[in-house]
T-cell receptor, first 115, second 114 residues
Framework: DAGVIQSPRHEVTEMGQEVTLRCKPI?????LFWYRQTMMRGLELLIY????????DSGMPEDRFSAKMPNASFSTLKIQPSEPRDSAVYFC?????????????FGAGTRLSVL | GNSVTQMEGPVTLSEEAFLTINCTYT??????LFWYVQYPGEGLQLLLK?????DKGSNKGFEATYRKETTSFHLEKGSVQVSDSAVYFC?????????????FGKGTLLTVNP
């Protein structure tokens, strides 16, 4: 399996622009997680899905952030409008199967810079 | 709620030195415990895990034992290599139910010098 695939790997944008980050989970996994990593706050869980349904979005910082999972093989995290404080590395992770519960597989991340 | 506290870094060692990174947790029930490693420019990857008390997880020379009496899961390696330089995260997975969330510690940066 190719693992969790995120795109783009790097994104540079200007304040106020819309940013869309993409994630393809491992085939067969039914949980998908979005994280944000910064030096100041460390690794933060933003939202997670089970069977394409959002289960917990309490970590989403504000209404500028939204996430969708239209099908089992694709998810997006959108920031509109973006701000410089959104600059971070965003990770997607997936997990699945009862036997491997809690083992999350991470993508390589998207490094976002908002100027 | 669940929480994980791990040793503040950074940790700098010479090659072949002994490594310990402390991790303690607070949780209800019987959580699963994990160590994840993040190499520069990459995502996190599972290093080892333990699912019940007294279990020892091991991988690539690293070990950690699930100690319920001290609520700890310290990471150890007898002889580190330059290639072990990375950030190490201790994590806790809730027990029971359908909660697949992980609670992560803040991470410990390890640098190994030749």
């Amino acid at each position: 399996d190719a693992g969790v695939i995120q795109s783009p790997r790097h994104e540079v944008t200007e304040m106020g622009q819309e940013v869309t980050l993409r994630c393809k989970p491992i085939s067969g996994h039914d949980y998908l997680f979005w994280y944000r990593q910064t030096m100041m706050r460390g690794l933060e869980l933003l939202i997670y899905f089970n069977n394409n349904v959002p289960i917990d979005d309490s970590g989403m910082p504000e209404d500028r952030f939204s996430a969708k999972m239209p099908n089992a093989s694709f998810s997006t995290l959108k920031i509109q409008p973006s701000e410089p404080r959104d600059s971070a590395v965003y990770f997607c992770a997936s997990s699945g199967t009862v036997l491997a519960k809690n083992i999350q597989y991470f993508g390589a991340g998207t490094r976002l810079s908002v100027l | 709620g669940n929480s994980v506290t791990q040793m503040e870094g950074p940790v700098t060692l010479s090659e072949e030195a002994f490594l310990t990174i402390n991790c303690t947790y607070t949780a209800t029930g019987y959580p699963s415990l994990f160590w994840y490693v993040q190499y520069p420019g990459e995502g996190l990857q599972l290093l080892l895990k333990a699912t019940k008390a007294d279990d020892k997880g091991s991988n690539k020379g690293f070990e950690a034992t699930y100690r319920k009496e001290t609520t700890s899961f310290h990471l150890e390696k007898g002889s580190v290599q330059v290639s072990d330089s990375a950030v190490y995260f201790c994590a806790l997975g809730a027990s029971g139910g359908s909660n697949y969330k992980l609670t992560f510690g803040k991470g410990t940066l390890l640098t190994v010098n030749p």
